[in-house]
């Protein structure tokens, strides 16, 4: 809900020596705005604000306009993990818990999430205009890991063949990361990297990953960008671009969650609405309320707009 910019900060960057990319990115307003209206479990907390990060080191490396909607269905004490982020990197995120789940402060991603091996990780790229009948594009993948950089390094071998390295922290205050990545050959002429040989490329992504790795999640955690990049790659030849500004948006209006409820069906809303006699229902990601009554109701199932599926609201409050 913020208009005003955000201290929260993605710094680009790439290596002259070879073709190498790199991203750092610090949120705190942002952050403790998503977790304002919850109380998660520290472990949660964790999870939840790595997932944040990422989806901001990702989104901001998207060659197009859109959002990038990250979900993980658990099998687990947590059901759902959801981080949405658009091309300005205007963020919302929430995660929905077993109702009365008991948590360990230390419960890794696995024992989160993918108690049983079912748990899915899905990642959405949904162009902010699409034509018509276009479907936003989904890649579903096994949550093979132990931690949610893992997870994604996975993703991004898999389904885009970048090598991509990933160190993503987050506690009460602030979700941290960075991000490497070895670019592919000749990736277009719109990447302003290194003319550089394969050999070349090859030592300087080796040489920024081992540096990387030196990267304790505590330093992570408790160091400002600038500082932890003259540390980290203070030898190297940097160039560094114009840093980008994450901030809190939630693009929940009254019309999406009058869709949600169309999908839940006529008869489960009419149900409710004899039980209740009118419908509550509050935005997840930014606790905004609607109320739909009956004639509301009648209204949404005599029109015939498509529903949208990526917006999750929480269930019906008596
Ligand atoms: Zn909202």
């Known amino acids: 809900?913020?208009?005003?910019?955000?201290?929260?900060?993605?710094?680009?960057?790439?290596f002259d020596n070879g073709a190498v990319r790199g991203e750092f990115v610090e949120i705190s307003d942002t952050w403790k705005e998503i977790q304002s209206r919850h109380t998660y479990p520290p472990a949660v907390k964790t999870v939840l604000g790595e997932m944040?990060?990422?989806?901001?080191?990702?989104?901001?490396?998207?060659?197009?306009?859109?959002?990038?909607?990250?979900?993980?269905?658990?099998?687990?004490?947590?059901?759902?993990?959801?981080?949405e982020c658009d091309a300005d990197l205007r963020m919302r995120a929430t995660a929905k818990l077993v109702p009365d789940a008991v948590i360990d402060?230390?419960?890794?991603?696995?024992?989160?999430?993918?108690?049983?091996?079912?748990?899915?990780?899905?990642i959405t790229l949904d162009p902010a205009d699409k034509l018509p009948g276009q479907q936003p594009y989904q890649g579903v993948v096994p949550l093979d890991g132990e931690n949610m950089a893992t997870v994604i390094e996975n993703y991004m071998l898999r389904s885009e063949q970048l090598d991509t390295k990933l160190w993503l922290g987050a506690d009460d205050n602030v979700s941290r990361g960075m991000l490497l990545q070895k670019l592919p050959r000749h990736s277009g002429k719109d990447d302003q990297v290194a003319q550089s040989s394969e050999e070349e490329d090859l030592e300087t992504?080796?040489?920024?990953?081992?540096?990387?790795?030196?990267?304790?999640?505590?330093?992570?955690?408790?160091?400002?960008?600038?500082?932890?990049?003259?540390?980290?790659?203070?030898?190297?030849?940097?160039?560094?671009?114009?840093?980008?500004?994450?901030?809190?948006h939630c693009s929940c209006t009254r019309e999406k969650v009058?869709?949600?409820?169309?999908?839940?069906?006529?008869?489960?809303?009419?149900?409710?609405?004899?039980?209740?006699?009118?419908?509550?229902?509050?935005?997840?990601?930014?606790?905004?309320?609607?109320?739909?009554?009956?004639?509301?109701?009648?209204?949404?199932?005599?029109?015939?707009?498509?529903?949208?599926?990526?917006?999750?609201?929480?269930?019906?409050?008596?």
């Open 1 to 14: 809900m913020t208009t005003q910019a955000s201290k929260d900060t993605l710094q680009k960057f790439i």
């Open 52 to 83: 944040v990060a990422a989806a901001s080191l990702l989104s901001a490396n998207l060659k197009f306009n859109g959002s990038i909607i990250m979900q993980i269905h658990g099998d687990g004490p947590v059901r759902l993990l959801v981080v």
């Open 105 to 122: 402060n230390e419960a890794s991603m696995p024992a989160l999430l993918n108690l049983h091996g079912h748990g899915r990780f899905v």
């Open 205 to 248: 992504w080796n040489r920024a990953v081992m540096l990387g790795s030196t990267l304790k999640q505590e330093e992570l955690l408790g160091t400002d960008i600038q500082t932890l990049m003259n540390r980290l790659f203070w030898e190297e030849t940097i160039r560094v671009f114009d840093p980008v500004h994450p901030q809190f």
């Open 258 to 318: 009058g869709n949600m409820l169309k999908m839940l069906g006529r008869a489960e809303v009419d149900a409710a609405l004899d039980d209740l006699g009118q419908l509550g229902i509050n935005c997840d990601f930014c606790g905004k309320h609607y109320d739909f009554d009956k004639v509301d109701c009648a209204q949404l199932f005599a029109s015939d707009t498509t529903a949208d599926a990526v917006t999750p609201a929480s269930a019906i409050k008596h």
